[in-house]
């Protein structure tokens, strides 16, 4: 027997989950008028979190494997559920250019009706380490998506606002920038009660 062979499949056996789960969610009756979505995002997050801890202190290791590509393909995995449950015609695709050429942006998550885009959605688990130059490189990119697509959204969407004080009292939020937990990290989540701003939000304003 092959000694690492439980743990292959285990890795096999993601790819696959995760497509069974995209099924069960489209049966279910997830409710978009509910916190389902975003309590299923967060929990997502806190498992993947725990996990890297857990691997951080058997291995020894200093720093745990970064989470803002897990974020990102999670939240298009429910943007891609609510979507099709909603028998919408747009497409969510992830790290697409916007446009084939040199210099046009690659958003985290693009919405696309065609050949056209009508959002793009940036994903951050935080922005401590860059507090405060978050909305003027966001603004730039904006900037960038309307000369190609002069009616397309943006929004920014941030796991956590702990450790960077989260976007206080910002007139966009709740419209363009989203936060799931305000000042708590994704580990200590306990219940729909630490949900600040919900992602079905965000969802709702895509269709």
């Known amino acids: 027997m092959n000694i690492d062979q439980k743990y292959l499949e285990t890795l096999k056996n993601l790819h696959l989950t995760l497509k069974s789960s995209f099924d069960n969610y489209i049966k279910s009756n997830i409710d978009i008028k509910s916190l389902e979505y975003s309590v299923a995002l967060i929990n997502r997050m806190k498992q993947y979190y725990q996990s890297q801890y857990d691997n951080k202190e058997f291995l020894e290791k200093r720093y745990i494997t970064n989470g803002a590509d897990y974020f990102t393909e999670q939240l298009l995995f429910f ?15 992830s790290e697409k250019q916007i446009k084939p050429k040199r210099g046009a942006i690659r958003p985290d998550i693009s919405i696309w009706k065609e050949d056209k885009v009508v959002a793009i959605i940036e994903c951050k688990t935080q922005l401590g380490w860059n ?77």
């Open 79 to 93: 943007i891609k559920v609510y979507l099709k449950k909603n028998n919408s015609d747009l497409i969510a695709i």
């Open 131 to 207: 507090r405060h130059k978050w909305e003027s490189d966001f603004n730039e990119r904006e900037k960038k998506l309307h000369r190609e697509y002069k009616n397309a959204k943006a929004y920014l969407v941030v796991l956590t606002g702990e450790n960077w004080g989260g976007f206080e009292e910002n007139d966009l939020l709740g419209e363009k920038y989203y936060c799931l937990l305000k000042n708590k990290w994704v580990t200590h989540y306990e219940n729909d009660e630490d949900i600040f701003i919900p992602i079905e939000k965000l969802l709702s304003k895509l269709i």
